[in-house]
């Protein structure tokens, strides 16, 4: 079983840098305020020969349970519960704080290996520093700079006796989701049961994210409250739905970029659209009280645009009177709004409550499905007989453009190959017409469609080969 190392301390100690370092990717947000992490964020960490399990936590800070700051503190105590050892870290710069005490007291009384770590102490500014942390009575303090590495073979030391040592070939069953190859790479494989089907949900701020993962996966594992744009990092889970593997990801809520000026806000957007580039399917959550606003609109086409998978949530479902004409009229506006995913899944749901879980994931690997679908050459060139015989292409400077052939050239999204002459000057409507159709035709509802051009003649016309 893999050995899990907890990172606990006060704001600003450097323990999101120390994580990055760990995992050997910047995957947690760091930034010279304190206060950045919230959520516990877990890694598949490497130090030398050893492999384990690391925890990123949010600040140590005293405040009541029910404020943002008491919740931030029952996930960092929650990661201490789940801990084989327990990296304690100061800011060795400057020394012990008033801070630090109670909380070095609190890592101590959970009965878990500490090893205090002295980090910031690249050079001689840390010795202070050093010194006035053995008053806190965790031992002899390990120097470290997380910035530079120094003090890493120190920190291998430290963490041996608590670590099982595994051989260099040993690799763990699942990388994190950033070593992830994009979603369209294997476009060419089958569906895979065993592998996880990577789910991102996104959406406006306070539409409900991290409390939908909550109910999903049955446990508090993402920090949740009234106050909007709690999350900041994107946080991967685990799941399994029905015997299928999910991994989940938790995104920042994303504004209108107009509104975005903090440098922090936009590294969690760049952290958001990059979950997006790596997902299978995208579950965009609407709030189901103020649907279909503008960036609602604006995140189904960006999701649209990097050709993935598109479900729409609408969340708080149990807020609304009128279900059944809400619903209708809902789907109707979709239609019109967003023809570029056409028939797109729009499941209603509660994370609060609980309710249309299994629904949005029936959705889900239904879009999956439809994402992957393949159609034969055969039954693709019967179908466009009989669209260009109903609507012809128009002409061109009194030359008509003429469509000879088409083919599926991939899947994830499905992707098509249109053959023959002057197709570069195919107006938007027809090539528009064709995709109607398509989607219509070989059941394609919802998920991207890409058609590109390919002048010259029908390479599989063995009579001109003749």
Known sequence: MTAIVALIGRPNVGKSTLFNRLVGKKLALVDDRPGVTRDRREGDATLGHLRFKVIDTAGLEEADKDSLAGRMRA?????????????????????ITPMDQPFADLVRRSGKPVILLANKAEGKKGTDGIIESYGLGLGDPVPFSAEHGEGTSDLL???????????EDDEDEEAAWADVPAADSDDEEDIDPDRPLRVTIIGRP????????NRMIGEERMLTGPEAGITRDTISVDWEWRGRKVKLFDT??????????????????ADSLRAIRFAEVVVVLLDATIPFEKQDLTLVDLTEREGRSVVIGLNKWDLVADKQGLLAELKEKANHLLAQVRGVPIIPLSGLAGEGIDKLMQGVFSAYGVWNRRVSTARINRWLEGVLSAHPPPAVAGRRIKIRYMTQAKARPPTFALFGNQLDHLPVSYTRYLVNNLRDAFELPGTPIRLHRRGGANPYDKERKG
Do not use: C, H, W
């Open 75 to 95: 996930q960092t105590e929650t990661a201490i519960a789940q801990a084989d050892v327990v990296l304690f870290m100061i800011d060795a710069r400057l020394g």
């Open 157 to 167: 030391e430290a963490l041996m006796p608590y670590i099982p040592d595994e051989s």
């Open 206 to 213: 306070n539409a409900g994210k991290s409390t939908l993962v």
């Open 252 to 269: 920042a809520g994303m504004r209108k970029r107009a509104r975005i000026e903090e440098k922090l806000e936009k590294l969690s957007v």
